[in-house]
């Protein structure tokens, strides 16, 4: 049983910098992966990042040049830093979880879900 709570949505301007912070319970001192999806109006989720609890992260190619996770094993706490943020990053942030070490970019294959946060970039 994993709970994952996710914070720090909010409205911004184009520009502007965002970070969110994820919160699991019910794993800790567990292998596993926590990390990010997005979902935006009438579009599938996507992969943004993930961050394993051996230290390895992933992000996905068209953000990681803006976007940087990090991950603290003794709060089991992810964040997600948000830089030069676009009206389409505009979406519902969701934190996830997965028992054991996982890239993925498929949802399917990620067991546990935060209820989302919003974030809108718009002037």
């Known amino acids: 049983q994993v709970r994952l709570v996710e914070s720090g949505g909010q409205l911004v301007q184009p520009g502007d910098s965002l970070g969110l912070s994820c919160s699991a319970s019910?794993?800790?001192?567990?292998?596993?992966?926590i990390g990010w999806f997005r979902q935006a109006p009438g579009f599938e989720r996507q992969f943004v990042a993930v961050?394993?609890?051996?230290?390895?992260?992933f992000t996905e190619d068209s953000v990681k040049d803006r976007f940087t996770i990090s991950r603290d094993d003794r709060k089991n706490q992810v964040y997600l830093q948000m830089n030069s943020l676009k009206p389409e990053d505009t979406a519902v942030y969701y934190c996830?979880?997965?028992?054991?070490?996982?890239?993925?970019?498929?949802?399917?294959?990620?067991?546990?879900w935060g209820q989302g946060t919003q974030v809108t970039v718009s002037s």
């Open positions: 996830v979880a997965s028992l054991g070490y996982t890239s993925s970019r498929n949802p399917g294959n990620y067991d546990y």
């Open positions: 961050a394993q609890s051996g230290g390895r992260t």
């Open positions: 019910g794993r800790t001192y567990t292998r596993d992966t």
